[in-house]
Each structure stands twice: as C-alpha cells, then as structure tokens.
C-alpha cells in the first residue's frame, strides 16, 4: 500500500524510502509530505508500513455553526477547493488534493484530553481549529431559581443547567445589576451587600446571547418599633417602607377585633353599641345626600375628593400625627405572594401574615363586620376599610380575608369595619 499515493503533472508515485537507508520511518513520511507541499517531483520508492488509513477520520468536522468539511469513505471531500484526501496516521496529517491531485492544504490531526480529534492548520497554533465531533451549542440555561428573597444578612447560592445536557461547553459568567445590593462570584454565591433589588445574570461562555436571569430581593434590617404613646409597629420590609400596626384601632392585643367605623369617620363604636346605617352616617343628609367625598351631584354634595383627608382618618385621629389608614395599594402588597405567606390560626381565630423578606409576622383579627346592629362572620372574617373612596359616592374600598379568599373589594361606607393603622419609614422611625 502506498504511503501518500499521490501523482502530479511532473512526478512519481511516493512509495517508502525516502531517504535510501533502506528502512521506512517517520523521516521519510515528513520528507514525502514535503514533497507534496512544495510541489517539487519525486521518485519511486518501496512500500512500507506508513500506508494511508481513511477509517478513523470520517464524518465531518466542525469549526463552528456554519463552517464545516466531509471527509468520505470513497476518499472525497467537500473542504474548501479540494476533492480528495488523504490521511497518514503515523504523522497524524490530512492532505487534501484538486482534481488534479495537487495539494491544496493539510491539517494536523490531534487528539484531546477530553477524547475526541481536532485537527488544526498548519502554524496556527490551534487558532483556527476543527472538531472531529459537532459542536453543540448551548442553547438555553435554567436557574435553580428566578427570584431570591434574602433576610438581613443571609447569603445563598443559585447553580445553573446548560441545555442540552451534551452542550460542549458549559461554562457560565455570573453578574450583578447592583452590587451595593448583591455580589455573586463565579460559582453563583451570592453576598448579601445592603437592602434592594439586584438581578443576577448567567450568561454563556458558548454564546453570550443565551442567559438567564433571577431577581435577589434583600431585606432591611428590622425597623419594628413603638411609638411614644406605646403603639407598637411591625416591619415587613414591604414596598415603600410601610410599617403596620401591631393591633386594631381600639384593641389591646393583635388577635382582639377593637373598634368598628363607618368610613371616613373618626369615631369608633363597639359591637353593641351603635346602628351602623345609612341615617346615622357623619356624611350624609336626607335633604343632600351625601355632604362629603362625592363626585356625583345627583348624589349629594360634589367635592371630588377620593381619599381620606387627615381630619376624617380614624387612625391619625386615634394615635395621632404619623399613623394613618392604609391605601388600597398597600393592602394589596401586604398580601401579595411575592412578599407574604399568610394563613389561617384556627386555636386563636385570627390571621397570620408573615414576610417572606424578613420573617416576621403581623396578625390580622378575624372581627367580621357590623351592618345596622348586627355583626357578621365574627372569628371567621378580617374586614379593614382602606382609605380610598370607590365609586364616586356610596363606597369604599375595603379588605377582606377568610379562609378561602384573599380580596380588595367595595361596600357601602355606613358598614362597620375595622381600621389598621400604618406608618412609613420616612414618618420618623
């Protein structure tokens, strides 16, 4: 079998001894493939046992996505301006031939320490390499998590999946949006730095357009508190630093239901001792209507006020400058899922909500409601008035919690509901 098997317009056949010492080794494959190279004629020599072998190269090798060669059984090839090969696995070369079976280009073939073949261009230095084996990107990457709550000085870490699980290289780069919140290293530990928001990407090192992204919340250190006159608050660490009243308006304890008002108004009545009706409402008049907080003149006086004025706010009037009732928004954040778990204490009949930033927990009495002179679902209900009208004249936006249902809902504002107090960071605490 002939070594290189190769003839041009001014040569031979190359069949062994190159050098005539009468013995076939690696000098005289390096002077043949020299030969070929340089294009210069040759002469006959004897066969040997550096013979050309196809068989272990087949198939096709990849540089990258769009960029890649066949190497066929039959001795063809598709590599650029070539259309036969050769390989001499002694020298670990690839030769590749025109139609006119001069050289166009050989390779270097090696094989790596992760068990496949590459074959690079000669003085490349591996610049400009092919695999033996495709390449298979990496096309997606999943966190262990995509939102990371972290109390006050609680670090953690997130790992990530490279798919498909064959992806040749999954290498990842991990960053921050905000390190004076959260720093991650290489492996994907994240260091609590300060109270915030952070998004921590995972970019490929394959291809940089894939990546994913978990958002890391890090909590404030506690602010829970009391106030001079002994009310007391917790911290939730909720959106826009809202702190919570321990207890109802007019209880002693968190599970105890306290006072019942009507909406906008600042006195509070007990179960039993008030007509929660429309006649008995502060804001209303037979002759007019409703005299206050109307946006509809057939109904009553028009003022187009919406929200709670301070002097009708039956938690400033209570507990004085900095308390105050809680928005509608802010109901809706002190049980949003993102921030809370909540549930039910069925020995105590009340309603636990706890941080999911911070870990603690604010209790919710189960008071019900009053209408005219009866309550409703007392020990089964939480009913809290928020501080925004709802339909321009008649109600108003309230709480309600049971055991199946979490919701903000509207009704008419002469109802007995309860009243929980906030306060906000910035009020001094």
Known sequence: MCVIGAQYE??????????????????????????????????????????????????????????????????????PGAVTYMFFPYQGRIVFFDKYFRVVSWLGVIRNKDGYMRCVTSGSNDAISYNAIPKQYVEQIKLSTDHVILQHKVNTQLTAECLPSDASNKNVIWSSSDE????????????????????????????????????????????????????????????????????????????????????ADTKGYTASNHNFSLPNYKYFSESKGYTKYCSVDYHGVVDNKTIIESSDDAATAAWGSGWRMPSRQEFSDLLDGRYTTNYYDRENNCYRVVSRLNGNTLTLAANGWIEHET???????????????????????????????????????????????????????
């Not at 001894?17 to 002077?31: C, E, R, S, W, Y």
């Not at 903000?408 to 960071?425: L, M, P």
């Open 10 to 79: 001014h040569a031979q056949i190359i069949k062994g001894d190159m050098n005539h010492d009468g013995k076939l080794d690696v000098i005289d494959v390096n002077a043949a493939i020299s030969t070929i190279e340089g294009m210069r004629d040759i002469e006959y020599i004897k066969g040997g046992p550096y013979s050309v072998d196809n068989s272990s190269i087949l198939g096709t090798w990849y540089r990258n996505k769009s960029e890649s060669f066949t190497l066929n059984e039959d001795g063809t090839t598709d590599y």
């Open 180 to 263: 004076s919140v959260a720093v991650v290293n290489a492996n994907g530990y994240i260091y609590n730095m300060g109270a915030g928001s952070a998004v921590i990407t995972c970019t490929s090192v394959d291809d940089n357009c894939v990546k994913a992204t978990c958002t890391v919340e890090v909590a404030h250190e506690d602010r829970s508190g009391v106030d001079s006159n002994g009310h007391r608050w917790v911290d939730l660490d909720l959106p826009g630093g809202v702190l919570w009243a321990e207890c109802n308006i007019g209880a002693s304890k968190p599970g105890d239901s306290g006072l019942y008002f009507a909406w």
């Open 375 to 429: 309550r409703y679902y007392y020990n089964e209900y939480a009913k809290y008035w928020t501080n925004e009208l709802s339909d321009g004249y008649s109600s108003a936006y309230f709480m309600s919690h049971s055991y199946t249902q979490i919701h903000i809902d509207f009704t008419s504002r002469y109802f007995g509901y309860g009243v929980r107090a906030v306060r906000t960071v910035s009020a001094g605490n």
